[in-house]
């Protein structure tokens, strides 16, 4: 899921573009988490998933102080990929939308699950397992089929 945020993402707002698997964000995006003024609890993640991103320290910055966070910051602080002009936003993700679009299928969903499940354990765990899945998956695919699909990578890339 790509989020692309164009204004304010306030709170839940905030809790909702961090569930996205990436973000994009036009230089009028802003970012706050309001719980504490509100006296709210963060229940869709953003307690666990903002310091996991930016480091604890920020992250209590931001949702203790309600402190708001520019797109530049945001992106510089890893939890926001890109930054562009407004005017640039929606082109910004739909061609993004369009080169993930060219995965071989259910390979968008085999990748996410890797690095999630991966990123949920201690490193030495998450190679482990990706070599496990890999070994798993690579022995269903032959040598002739990664030929084919390299091919049909390098016609796409010679259209664009």
């Not at 931001?62 to 602080?77: C, D, K, M, P, T």
């Not at 765990?125 to 990664?146: W, Y």
Request: aromatic share 6%; net charge positive.
């Amino acid at each position: 899921m790509i989020g692309a945020i164009n204004g304010a993402a306030v709170t839940g707002g905030f809790e909702l573009a961090l569930a996205c698997d990436m973000l994009l964000a036009s230089t009028d995006a802003r970012f706050a988490d309001t719980h504490t003024r509100v006296g709210l609890a963060s229940g869709w993640g953003l307690s666990q998933k903002l310091s996991r991103a930016v480091g604890i320290y920020r992250a209590r910055e931001i949702s203790l102080g309600s402190r708001w966070v520019s797109a530049e910051q945001a992106h510089a602080w890893g939890f926001v990929n890109r930054v562009v002009a407004p005017s640039e936003l929606m082109p910004a993700a739909r061609t993004l939308a369009a080169d993930m679009l060219l995965a071989q299928p259910g390979m968008l969903e085999r990748y996410k699950a890797i690095i999630n499940d991966g990123f949920a354990l201690p490193f030495g765990q998450g190679m482990a397992l990706e070599a496990q899945r890999a070994r798993e998956f690579n022995t269903s695919v032959s040598a002739a089929d990664i030929e084919q699909r390299r091919e049909s990578v390098r016609q796409v890339n010679r259209s664009r």
